[in-house]
């Protein structure tokens, strides 16, 4: 006889249950886009300060254009993984682009920043690796990190007098390698790691430097690529469903690694090859990215206005010295009521709550992007300052 058992979901209603009274739980909201900077949600027109399309690429003629003629040419899926029939001629070709213009030797297209990261991170870790990660890095790396399954170390967010000292004290037990784990721009503050120093205690320890340039790609670096770009980074990773206003990721570095992210990366060997359309979008946004500096100057200078303004309203933004720029508030429940209070006054600017932010740290995470004109930043600092009063 079966016995009788509990309800077999008792873990899910828990679980929901909890989420509900810490204000933490998540429900999807339809959104319409008008434009780049303005949506349609629960049919009232907002000003969109959630987006990371950060050159408003996404709605680029060309983008589109090109993303239709890759369809004509290719149809509408690869068919497969790239190493069993899915690797169409543009593959190579848009990756040898990237590899020029990040000044890297070579360069591999994957099918997305979080896939990447959970399994490039594994691949070149065994057992007996080391990895050092900074304590704000991005869940994908962090997942990355556990399924590597090896001796983790968790050094002080951006501090680079305790990663050398966490260094120093761990050579010589015989780990098989080290690696270094950071974002070049830190996704939920918006400030950015001290990329000079990486390199340099990662040559002089002998590890091997990953960086998650996603948040930088498209608007930081030389031609927008980065601010892994021309430096002597061993492994950098980027994505193209941010500034380059499409979808999919990257891997850059030595010939020697991108043929063992080929052999090694599960997330690249064993996942369908980017659709055809994406891959215009790819080619299409890495032919305008290193002409948009103006756009991008402008985007800086813009982030630079809005930050001061709230600092001096008494809102805290942390580090921030980029297009994103966390208002952190503190409790869930601050964060929840004040991005009510500003969709009320017409600016969606969604709240930010652990997990996904460290404990106490709640906040309205602001992303800029270049398509949000003077008077959207002056009325998302007037609604801000109205709030403050």
Not at 158 to 169: F, G, I, P, Q
Not at 227 to 242: E, H, N, P, Q
Not at 268 to 273: E, G, K
Not at 349 to 375: C, D, F, M, N, Q
């Amino acid at each position: 006889m079966i016995p009788r058992s509990r309800n077999k979901y008792g873990f899910i209603d828990a679980a929901l249950s909890s989420r509900r009274q810490r204000h933490r739980f998540r429900n999807l909201r339809n959104v319409s886009s008008l434009s780049g900077a303005e949506v349609v949600v629960d049919g009232k027109r907002l000003t969109n300060f959630c987006s990371n399309d950060y050159l408003g690429l996404s709605q680029h003629p060309l983008v589109k254009q090109r993303a239709a003629e890759y369809i004509s040419l290719y149809g509408a899926g690869s068919t497969a993984s790239r190493l069993i029939c899915g690797n169409i001629e543009g593959f190579p070709r848009i990756e040898e682009r990237l590899a020029r213009l990040k000044q890297s030797p070579a360069a591999l297209l994957v099918s997305t920043g979080f896939q990447t990261n959970v399994s490039v991170i594994p691949a070149l870790a065994d057992r007996e690796t080391l990895i050092f990660s900074d304590q704000l890095n991005h869940n994908s790396l962090i997942q990355g990190i556990r399924l590597a399954s090896c001796h983790v170390v968790v050094y002080r967010h951006n501090d680079m007098a305790h990663l050398e000292k966490l260094l120093k004290s761990h050579q010589g037990r015989g780990f098989s390698r080290i690696l270094i784990v950071t974002e070049s721009v830190f996704s939920m503050d918006g400030d950015r790691s001290d990329l000079d120093t990486l390199v340099h205690l990662a040559e002089v320890y002998q590890s091997i430097l990953v960086v998650d340039d996603a948040h930088a790609t498209g608007v930081i670096g030389k031609n927008g690529m980065g601010r892994t770009c021309g430096r002597d980074i061993d492994v950098a990773i980027g994505t193209f469903g941010k500034a380059a206003g499409s979808f999919g990721a990257y891997v850059a570095g030595s010939r020697d690694l991108i043929d063992f992210m080929i052999n090694w990366c599960s997330g690249f060997i064993y996942s369908t090859a980017l659709p055809p359309s994406v891959l215009g979008a790819i080619d299409a946004a890495l032919e305008l990215i290193p002409s948009m500096d103006q756009e991008r100057e402008e985007l800086q200078e813009k982030a630079e206005w809005v930050r001061r303004q709230l600092n001096q309203a008494g809102w805290e933004t942390a580090d921030s010295s980029t297009q994103i720029i966390p208002v952190i508030v503190g409790s869930d429940k601050n964060a929840l009521e004040l991005s009510r209070f500003l969709e009320a006054d017409g600016i969606m600017a969604t709240a930010v709550r652990p997990p996904t932010v460290p404990e106490g740290k709640a906040r309205i995470r602001i992303s800029l992007t270049a398509l949000h004109t003077w008077a959207h930043l002056e009325a998302l600092v007037a609604a801000f300052k109205k709030r403050k009063r």
